[in-house]
């Protein structure tokens, strides 16, 4: 007789100690993990609306995200990047699954990013935590008020965020960061039952990228906002009023905090600053005319 399965290896999570296996069980316990072992899971498109648009607000649609299985491709390559692990992450456990929102339940601003890395949000369970990139947003946060800390390093790490709420279009780490239109389309609607969920309280929305730009104003037209014809255009420091129907909200532009772009200086900390610190204008209601 074939004896019982293996049990996957565990490993200590680098900020508490507790032991994981890699990918991480829902209610495992790892820090910040919202969803439980009873979860409905989505396996397919249809699935995920019916799942997003029952959701019971925002809370409910992250932890009904984090569990999705809808897309198969994402699931093998976020899962085999958790097995196999970077050679400098072997001893700590990847979190391996889609990743969750990170910020306060009613945020003033909304940032919205592309996407988790296979060895950043993917292995650390938030977002833009344990990769440059993040190092560049949350610095940048902090340094405009909006993030308790300089750094984000993993989910233990203490880090909270004020005013602020950082959702993605795709929540698991794609090959080559760049997921398909399919499964860009699939996951949109866990970012519009998250939008609506937020709406009420959403003054000012921060697109890191073009990818990002377009599925704000996307998901903003699905929801019924105001959103001008012709498309508004990207770019770094662009502006755009939407109408949501809580009230005006400006939709504004930055280059991706993507490794490439910072290493090449098409985008640099100054110019970081300037749009992150314009978004903490807005979302303080200090607005100014753009320019």
């Known amino acids: ?28 316990g790892w820090p910040g993990d919202p969803s439980g072992p009873g979860t409905p899971v989505a396996h397919d498109a249809g699935r995920v609306r019916e799942l997003a648009a029952a959701a019971g607000g925002a809370g409910e649609v992250v932890a009904r995200s984090c569990v999705c299985r809808a897309c198969p491709r994402l699931v093998a390559w976020r899962e085999e990047v958790a097995r196999t692990r970077r050679r400098a992450y072997r001893d700590e456990p990847y979190w391996g699954r889609p990743v969750p929102s990170l910020g306060v339940a009613e945020p003033r601003a909304l940032v919205v990013g592309l996407a988790p890395a296979a060895h950043g949000g993917n292995r650390t ?69 998250e939008l609506t969920a937020l709406t009420p309280h959403v003054r000012v929305v921060l697109a890191l990228g073009s990818f990002a730009w377009s599925a704000s104003l996307a998901a903003a037209r699905r929801a019924g906002w105001a959103v001008a014809r012709p498309r508004p255009r990207f770019g770094h420091g662009a502006e755009t009023d939407l109408g949501s129907p809580a009230g005006a909200v400006r939709l504004v532009g930055s280059y991706h905090v993507s490794q490439q772009n910072t290493s090449t200086g098409r985008l640099t900390a100054p110019m970081l600053d300037a749009v992150v610190g314009r978004v903490a204008e807005l979302a303080r209601g200090e607005v100014r005319p753009a320019g």
């Open 125 to 193: 369970g938030r977002m833009f935590t344990g990769d440059r990139s993040g190092d560049w947003i949350i610095a940048a946060l902090h340094r405009a008020g909006l993030a308790s800390q300089a750094s984000s390093v993993h989910a233990a790490d203490g880090l909270e965020l004020v005013g602020t709420r950082i959702v993605a279009p795709v929540r698991c780490a794609p090959p080559d960061n760049r997921p398909s239109t399919g499964e860009r389309d699939t996951c949109a609607a866990w970012l519009d039952a």
């Open 1 to 28: 007789m074939p004896g019982p399965p293996p049990v996957p290896e565990q490993l200590p999570h680098p900020g508490t100690g507790v032991p994981f296996a890699s990918p991480v069980p829902p209610g495992a």
